[in-house]
């Protein structure tokens, strides 16, 4: 982590109610259930990165990374926590399954659990640290979220600048461990596929439950948003490749502006 940056842990709570019974993203139901289906897989996502870096805190000896390490998961927390709570409103106001949609995040956890050394789950988090951040600075950037609801702007904000701020913890903590280039690099390809089918199952399932599935409307934005020029997966493809090179660091992309330009919010 660059000289002089810190982690804050901040306890903020969000009742977004009313604003996610409706298209709350460009009162586009594509981009909007792709957002909502990103925030189905935080809870047990959060809590997998956890007690992935949590495992090898009495190992580090560098105690600035340990207090890196005990903020991190604070951030973390508060992030799994709003983002449960967001499922839940979610679910209520449009009648999904919260079960169905967090289970799928939910049962790839026990699985990379199962499957994999806690060595290979702290790879595992570090590559998703990786795509988290990308996805932070774009948010934070602005043209993801460019007609949205204020009070989804904050959350949505909020974890963006936290993602960035803490985006070398769980790096670092590997690196510190003898980490392997070939286990990180393997298991952010593996993370890759799994999470976008997932992802794309949330997305769909919301779409066919609004009866918006299979508008030409529908298919179109999800085009654009996804693979035109400026979509996001274009978008990202750059900063997602720089994470195969033998000596990356998550701060080779110094983006502190964005976090010195950015507002925590007070309440939401």
Same mark, same amino acid.
């Given at each position: 982590m660059p000289e002089g940056m810190t982690?804050?842990?901040?306890?903020?709570?969000?009742?977004?109610?009313k604003q996610l019974s409706?298209?709350?993203?460009?009162?586009?139901?594509?981009?909007?259930?792709?957002?909502?289906?990103?925030?189905?897989?935080?809870p047990?996502?959060? *809590?997998? %990165?956890? &007690?992935? =870096? *949590?495992? %090898?805190? &009495?190992? =580090?000896?560098d105690p600035k990374l340990k207090q890196e390490i005990s903020r991190f998961i604070g951030q973390e927390a508060m992030?799994?926590?709003?983002?449960?709570?967001?499922?839940?409103?979610?679910?209520?106001?449009?009648?999904?399954?919260?079960?169905?949609?967090e289970g799928r995040t939910e049962a790839a956890v026990r699985l990379g659990e199962k499957k994999l050394?806690?060595?290979?789950?702290l790879a595992m988090t570090?590559?998703?640290?990786?795509?988290?951040?990308?996805?932070?600075?774009?948010i934070l950037k602005g043209w993801m979220l460019s007609n949205v609801e204020p009070k989804i702007r904050s959350l949505w904000e909020w974890h963006a600048a936290e993602e960035l701020e803490h985006k070398s913890v769980a790096f670092d903590v590997y690196m510190d461990i003898g980490g392997n280039y070939k286990a990180r690099k393997r298991t952010l390809r593996i993370f890759t596929v799994n999470f976008l089918l997932d992802l794309l199952a949330n997305t769909t399932y919301m779409l066919r439950k609004d009866k918006k599935l299979w508008k030409w409307s529908t298919l179109k934005s999800g085009l654009n948003f996804?693979?035109?020029?400026?979509?996001?997966?274009r978008e990202m493809r750059s900063d997602y490749l720089m994470y195969f090179d033998s000596g990356f660091h998550p701060w080779d992309d110094d983006n502190r502006d964005l976090l010195e330009r950015w507002q925590p919010p007070e309440t939401a």
């Open positions: 982690l804050e842990v901040r306890n903020i709570e969000f009742d977004l109610n409706k298209d709350w993203l460009d009162n586009d139901p594509f981009k909007t259930a792709f957002f909502n289906a990103l925030s189905m897989s935080f047990a996502g959060e *809590r997998f %990165f956890i &007690d992935s =870096v *949590r495992h %090898f805190r &009495d190992k =580090v000896k992030h799994s926590r709003e983002h449960k709570k967001y499922n839940q409103m979610l679910c209520e106001a449009r009648g999904y399954s919260q079960r169905t949609m050394s806690r060595e290979g789950q570090c590559g998703v640290e990786h795509l988290t951040a990308i996805l932070a600075d774009k996804l693979f035109a020029k400026g979509g996001v997966l």
